[in-house]
């Protein structure tokens, strides 16, 4: 309630100041003192002023440096650009190279030799224009005809193969997957002199038989934006037609086109001017953006930090300072004293509050003073003793709690196995052969695989209980479900579906080899050390076989096609592999018939 004595936390005294000699300063009156000392306050507003003109200054004075780098780097780019659209000209109409192309589109042309022309003609090309990495011809499918270095254009160069552009085509900068880095392409037509003479007089359109493609060197493109060692210059990027950056701060992009420009692209009819602003990952920036010609197309932008651009401010600010610390320092000396006893206990306090907020409780500050600070550090102490009690506490309840919770998991799996897991065999039950069969049919159905399911009965099993006692029944049903599971496959599944029947799915299996499965499974039976049944026999099993989808498209239908192929077995004399809608696998050479 207002006015109530502030109490610590679990003791039930007010605390009361601690004792002590002298006039108590309280932390407020140390502040106001503080206050009244620092009547700078008066210089400091003039020199904002006179700070805030120069910046509106530098400001306008930063715009302009802006624009004119922009426009300057951005003429030369076009111009570079331009100038290497000359040079893709020049060379596709290369006698060498269009009558090369020609020879090989003729049948009888000795192709390897008229590709080594076209290549040694690239070759000193090359030579010449470092601004290229390699230089290369394809046919109109984009095929490699003859080229500096093994080369492959890339399928999204494919489609600008598309557009029919005489004047030649700049490729975007583009991530090439084949080298592993953005690159850039320079295609122009190849055409007979024929025909390009003939489009030139404003004849018909010429004929194209195929590309001139140079591969620009990264280097090169990248110095045509790079920046200088002179501070001032801004940093210079290239995007694309949407703003996404190509090129930043004179540097190729490791996934051109993927991230935007943090600034806004200018409007229609925008004069785009140098403006200022906060912008991601860049703080307070200068920047500007210019639009550029045919054929590349997107727009250079231009930024300059804040903190560069009015470097100057900085240095106005600094011989402010300089001039007027003669006059304050008698003053900040004052302050700085009185200052200092007040701080030190906030200081202890915050390295205090620190090591807790950290995980640190073994804290206990000194109490020094006869004011506020010195009752919040004992409050402090107090607070950071209670939580290191209430620390211990709850690490030992944590403590137990995980080790119930590790018995709780622990008996949850052992209940979790013994509800699907058949006690007998040690197979799995008939509920988790139902339930997996229902997923399984799903998988298969999405996938498209096969899956195939073999029903085993043991025959004469009810005489072998009859003759040995059911013990020994359980001891040989145990046997043959351990052969069972040991001569399938280990992505095959085997449960026990009741009484002396076994059940066995087999993903991503076709019906022929299941039944190859079936046939080692009733061999690896009858085979097996046993007592031989009330027949003088020894045990054996007769199999039925059912295929996903063939067979059954539904759990119910699969089961029953598979039960009867079993009891096909069973008629034709026991001991032999049936698969359902096909003739009985192999059995004994009698015919023995079944009894019931």
């Not at 109490?7 to 503080?34: A, C, H, K, N, Y």
């Not at 190729?252 to 004069?271: I, Q, R, S």
């Not at 026991?574 to 023995?592: C, I, K, Q, T, Y």
Request: with cysteine.
């Amino acid at each position: 309630m207002p006015g109530a004595p502030l109490r610590p936390m679990g003791t039930g005294r007010v605390r009361e100041p601690l004792p002590g000699r002298g006039v108590r300063f309280s932390l407020q009156t140390r502040i106001l003192l503080v206050v009244l000392v620092c009547v700078v306050v008066p210089l400091l507003l003039m020199g904002a002023y006179l700070l805030e003109q120069t910046e509106a200054v530098l400001a306008a004075k930063a715009r302009e440096a802006v624009a004119n780098h922009l426009h300057r780097r951005a003429d030369a780019l076009d111009a570079w650009v331009q100038e290497r659209m000359r040079e893709g000209k020049s060379w596709s109409g290369s006698f060498i190279v269009y009558e090369g192309v020609e020879s090989l589109q003729r049948t009888g042309t000795d192709a390897a030799r008229v590709r080594q022309d076209i290549t040694g003609y690239l070759e000193f090309v090359i030579g010449h224009y470092q601004v290229y990495e390699s230089l290369f011809v394809v046919d109109l499918q984009g095929r490699v005809l003859a080229s500096t270095r093994e080369e492959e254009l890339e399928p999204w160069a494919l489609d600008l193969l598309r557009r029919r552009k005489p004047n030649g085509i700049v490729s975007p900068l583009r991530r090439s997957g084949r080298l592993g880095r953005p690159t850039l392409l320079v295609l122009y037509e190849i055409q007979p002199r024929a025909d390009r003479a003939a489009e030139a007089t404003g004849g018909r359109g010429a004929k194209v038989i195929g590309y001139f493609v140079g591969r620009i060197d990264p280097g090169a493109f990248e110095a045509q934006l790079r920046g200088t060692s002179v501070e001032t210059e801004p940093d210079f990027w290239l995007l694309d037609e949407k703003g996404r950056i190509l090129i930043q701060k004179g540097r190729l992009a490791e996934e051109p086109g993927l991230k935007p420009f943090p600034a806004p692209m200018p409007d229609a009819g925008d004069p785009a001017e140098p403006r200022e602003a906060a912008l991601a990952d860049l703080g307070l920036t200068v920047y500007g953006l210019r639009k550029l010609a045919e054929p590349l197309q997107g727009y250079v932008a231009a930024t300059v930090p804040a903190a560069g651009a009015y470097r100057p401010l900085e240095e106005s600010r600094a011989r402010l300072v300089k001039a007027g610390v003669p006059a304050v320092l008698v003053i900040f000396a004052l302050a700085f004293v009185l200052a200092r006893g007040m701080l030190r206990p906030i200081l202890l306090l915050s390295e205090g509050a620190q090591r807790v907020s950290a995980g640190d409780l073994d804290v206990h500050l000194p109490v020094r003073g006869r004011d506020e600070l010195a009752d919040l550090t004992s409050a402090f102490n107090d607070m950071a003793r209670r939580v290191r009690e209430s620390r211990d506490e709850l690490a030992q309840a944590a403590s137990a709690l995980a080790r119930t919770n590790d018995q709780l998991e622990q008996a949850k799996e052992r209940f979790r196995a013994q509800a699907i897991t058949d006690a007998l065999t040690g197979l799995f039950n008939r509920r988790h052969f139902e339930d997996t069969l229902d997923e399984q049919i799903e998988r298969a159905s999405a996938e498209g695989w096969p899956l195939s399911l073999l029903l085993l009965d043991l025959d004469h099993f009810k005489q072998y209980n009859d003759r040995w006692g059911h013990t020994e029944g359980d001891a040989e049903l145990r046997r043959v479900a351990a052969l069972v599971q040991r001569t399938v496959r280990s992505t095959d599944i085997a449960f026990r579906y009741g009484g002396e029947e076994l059940a066995v799915l087999l993903p991503s299996c076709a019906k022929d080899q299941a039944v190859g499965v079936a046939e080692k499974v009733r061999l690896a039976v009858g085979s097996g050390t046993q007592r031989p049944s009330r027949f003088g026999a020894r045990t054996t099993v007769s199999v039925g076989v059912a295929t996903f989808p063939e067979d059954g498209r539904v759990a119910r239908g699969l089961v029953d096609t598979a039960d009867a192929a079993l009891y096909q077995a069973k008629a034709l004399g026991r001991d032999r592999v049936v698969a359902a809608g096909g003739p009985a696998g192999d059995g004994p050479a009698h015919d023995e018939r079944a009894t019931g």
